[in-house]
């Protein structure tokens, strides 16, 4: 199957979104939105609660329609209710909480849900069940049931589910929000080689700025619009307007900038290990 | 201690017999007939070809007696209570024992044995096919046996993917109660002192929390699930198909079988 994709994956201008509601004018979710995302990034949408981000995400696959303006996602109008059914076939949407995105009574069935509402031929669903389930390491669990997983399987089977359809866009919608620690890296890990491998363009929403750092591009929404974007060194140089809208910075970029304010010089570092070598550099140095 | 821990859905026991590799549509059809014949048959040829035939599915189906004791123990004191209302009101034949009024006779003995015998035979026969089939194929077979009411707009997509998802959320949903369970005591709940009403009262607690998370979790699923592209059954296809082999010819060729025996035997 091979489809020539449009160079940008999304592509929206004057984009605004706002819940219907019966008492007052309703106010705008997302305001006045001007975005582009290109083909085959890595991009991570930063903001915290009610900053509009998961609304970006039910938009950009047309589980939400937009109030006003224009938005194009692979090539696809998703305000029109025919299309939106296209755009579902190419992007494919892991939400935050895992038990309530599985279908399927075993992890086999789930992931075929896809697959099946798709009117898939039988023969064909098995061998990509199989390459799905294989992608993100669960072939073992192919007959196990939902419930008997932990969070992260659980995602990871989502992931399975979607990859079954062979996608070019992933949105993960906060998909890391209920895991711990442990579990978070590894849908992430996951997410990356995916992008790497397969050449998909991810959009991850979340708010742990940890999980940015390895992004292509990196868009902060606040209060529906964007207020930053660019590369992970370029939002992360700017700790103190993060910080002024309420959202976290990593601990490498916190603890450089208090090194800063206090007459130490240092370059911008973003990773621990990063960190780590500057703080050396630095103590051989006095 | 998870207090719900050892709840199961339905009785499946897994295993390959020839029974468990039947298809789940002519298992349940099966069961249909079955039901069927057992009202056919009144001496005791007939009934002993439905025992014969009972216990021989039974062995052939390899699943231990245990099970199916235990499947009777439901519908025990109906059969008792058949068992004596026949022995005493239903008259004709040899007396064999007389107290006062009360009589015991021919007929009645008769009787007794074979509606008790009916009710068994149905309630073993149905636990075997749950014993035999798990529920996901069972929906399926209903789903299949049913399509052709889709003629007369019955939803049965809509039915068995309910039921299929229904099946999918139990063990969420008591997962969740048990959580809700030791929250609520521990802050100091009481959940199983005082009378009915009292106790009746006291699931109030569980079951608004329980609703108001089922709620929410079949709204993000809906989400979840038009974004993965559902959008009714036309136009679906399914990963799980049923086929008939050989195995259900012989069911179909044993149904027949019965048939012609009660047919030859019936009084």
Redesign the interface.
């Known amino acids: 199957m091979s489809i020539v994709m449009p160079e940008t994956a999304v592509v929206s201008k004057h984009l605004a979104f706002g819940y219907q509601t019966d008492q007052e004018p309703r106010s705008l979710v997302i305001k006045d939105l001007d975005l582009e995302i290109e083909t085959g990034l890595f991009v991570s949408i930063m903001g915290h609660n009610g900053s509009g981000k998961s609304t970006l995400a039910?938009l950009l696959?047309g589980?939400l329609t937009p109030s006003q303006g224009v938005l194009v996602v692979c090539g696809f109008d998703a305000s029109n209710n025919e299309t939106v059914?296209e755009i579902?076939?190419h992007v494919?949407?892991v939400?935050q909480?895992p038990?309530?995105?599985?279908?399927?009574?075993?992890v086999?069935?789930d992931v075929?849900?896809?697959?099946?509402?798709?009117?898939?031929?039988?023969e064909e669903?098995?061998v990509r069940?199989d390459e799905a389930l294989q992608s993100v390491h669960m072939q073992s669990f192919s007959q196990a049931?939902?419930?008997r997983l932990s969070g992260g399987q659980k995602q990871r089977v989502a992931i399975a589910?979607?990859m079954a359809?062979r996608p070019s866009v992933i949105i993960l919608d906060e998909a890391t929000a209920m895991l711990d620690p442990m579990a978070r890296k590894e849908v992430m890990a996951l997410a990356h080689r995916l992008h790497r491998e397969e050449g998909i363009t991810v959009i991850n929403i979340t708010h742990f700025p940890e999980e940015t750092l390895h992004s292509d591009r990196i868009i902060v929404m606040h209060d529906g619009k964007v207020v930053l974007d660019g590369t992970p060194a370029a939002v992360f140089a700017e700790a103190e307007r993060l910080q002024a809208i309420g959202l976290d910075v990593p601990l490498a970029v916190r603890l450089r900038q208090a090194l800063v304010s206090n007459g130490v010089a240092m370059p911008l570092v973003l990773e621990r290990e990063e960190l780590v070598r500057e703080l050396c550099k630095l103590l051989s140095k006095t | 201690m998870n207090v719900l821990q050892n709840f199961a859905i339905g009785q499946y026991v897994p295993g390959r017999s020839f029974v468990h590799l039947l298809d789940p549509r002519s298992k349940l059809l099966f069961v249909l007939a079955f039901a069927i014949l057992v009202f056919l048959a009144n001496n005791w040829q007939t009934y002993t070809v439905l025992v014969v035939f009972t216990l021989s599915a039974v062995a052939v189906a390899r699943i231990s007696p245990g099970y199916l004791v235990r499947s009777l123990k439901p519908v025990w004191f109906l059969i008792l209570l058949t068992i004596i209302l026949h022995l005493l009101s239903t008259k004709g034949g040899a007396v064999y024992f007389s107290w006062g009024w009360l009589t015991i006779e021919e007929q009645g003995v008769k009787q007794a044995v074979f509606i008790s015998l009916r009710l068994t035979l149905l309630v073993l026969i149905s636990s075997l096919l749950t014993l035999t089939t798990s529920p996901?194929d069972l929906t399926d077979g209903m789903e299949r046996l049913l399509s052709p009411l889709k003629k007369i707009k019955v939803p049965v997509h809509e039915i068995s993917l309910m039921l299929?998802?229904a099946?999918?959320f139990i063990?969420?949903l008591l997962?969740e109660t048990d959580k809700i369970i030791k929250a609520q005591m521990a802050r100091g709940a009481d959940l199983d002192s005082g009378n009915l009403l009292k106790r009746a009262k006291n699931l109030v607690p569980i079951t608004v929390p329980l609703f108001i998370s089922a709620f929410?979790?079949a709204e993000?699923?809906a989400?979840?699930?038009?974004?993965?592209?559902?959008?009714g059954g036309s136009?679906?296809?399914?990963?799980?198909?049923l086929r008939f082999s050989w195995r259900d010819a012989v069911a179909a060729l044993m149904i027949l079988l019965i048939l012609g025996l009660l047919g030859w035997w019936r009084a």
């Open positions: 039910k696959n589980l059914w579902r076939h494919g949407m939400f909480n038990d309530n995105q599985i279908v399927g009574p075993t086999e069935d075929a849900f896809g697959l099946e509402n798709r009117g898939v031929p039988p669903m098995r069940i049931q939902p419930h589910g979607i359809i | 996901l299929s998802i099946l999918r063990p969420t997962e929410r979790r993000e699923l989400w979840a699930m038009e974004a993965r592209g559902y959008r136009g679906r296809t399914r990963l799980r198909q």
